[in-house]
């Protein structure tokens, strides 16, 4: 079931290439809580891996650069473990997180050169 609605909530933002949501919550270096119109779910940051010893820093530099009800455009790339997987980037920013994390020296980019 879980799978069901998850292929459903990627084909719906997979069809509008670009939506915006707006951050509920950063629960790690790699998760957000996000809410759009009357739904809620998590997202998961593509393309950056975050190392355990720098787990704490790179959520702090996430809720620094997520304050809650933040509006972010989401482009999704795919799931893992039934998680969406998008490039997240916040309204009026030029770069998406992922990249954000990258250049601050927090995570290494997870999807190779193109990523």
Do not use: F
Request: one cysteine or more.
């Amino acid at each position: 079931m879980i799978r069901l609605v998850l292929t459903g909530l990627l084909v719906l933002l997979w069809a509008v290439p670009v939506q915006a949501a707006e951050v509920l919550q950063v629960r790690s270096s790699s998760l957000l809580q996000v809410g759009d119109h009357n739904r809620t779910y998590t997202v998961a940051l593509a393309c950056a891996s975050v190392a355990a010893s720098q787990e704490a820093e790179a959520t702090a530099w996430l809720r620094q650069e997520l304050p809650r009800r933040r509006k972010v455009n989401l482009r999704p790339v795919g799931s893992s473990e039934g998680q969406l997987m998008a490039r997240v980037t916040p309204i009026g920013a030029e770069r998406d997180l992922s990249t954000g994390l990258i250049a601050a020296g927090l995570a290494s980019n997870s999807c190779g050169a193109d990523g």
